[in-house]
């Protein structure tokens, strides 16, 4: 089998701008339009690659604390956690907490898609 040439490697640099290039989206209705009893959602998009938006985790330090709604109040029962995902209470009112970081798996690592996952995962505070 031949290698690449320099043209071939053109198309294949033009071909995949273009498709992460493709890949943006922004919001068309307002955070307001898609709540309450009748939320108005925008149809589905369909794309080569999924948008990917993912939130830059960062703890509370100190005495800061969210901001809350109107009538209620943020506590922290916990610190230190390793990327809590999902909480339970018992009817005895003990809290069980999930986390989702797991041991390295290199398996998993591999190639673009292995990049890519590594990457959101660290940026989600995960790993």
């Known amino acids: ?15 995949s ?3 992460v290039g493709g890949c943006g989206a922004t919001a ?8 309450g009893a009748q939320p108005v959602l925008p149809a589905p998009r369909r794309s080569m690659v999924p948008t990917v938006n993912v939130v830059t ?3 509370w330090t100190g005495d800061q604390k969210p901001t809350s709604a109107e009538g209620t109040t943020v506590t922290a029962f916990a610190r230190g956690l390793d ?5 339970h ?11 989702a ?3 390295p798996r290199p398996q ?7 990049w890519f996952l590594k990457r959101y995962q660290k940026k989600a505070g995960g790993g």
């Open 57 to 59: 985790a960062r703890g």
């Open 108 to 114: 998993y690592a591999r190639g673009i898609k292995g």
């Open 83 to 87: 990327h809590p995902r999902w909480l």
């Open 28 to 35: 068309q209705l307002a955070v307001a339009d898609g709540t």
């Open 17 to 19: 701008a273009t498709a």
């Open 1 to 15: 089998m031949a290698p690449f040439n320099a043209f071939a490697w053109s198309v294949m640099l033009v071909v």
């Open 101 to 103: 970081n797991a041991p």
């Open 89 to 99: 209470v018992l009817p005895n009112g003990d809290v069980l907490v999930a986390e």
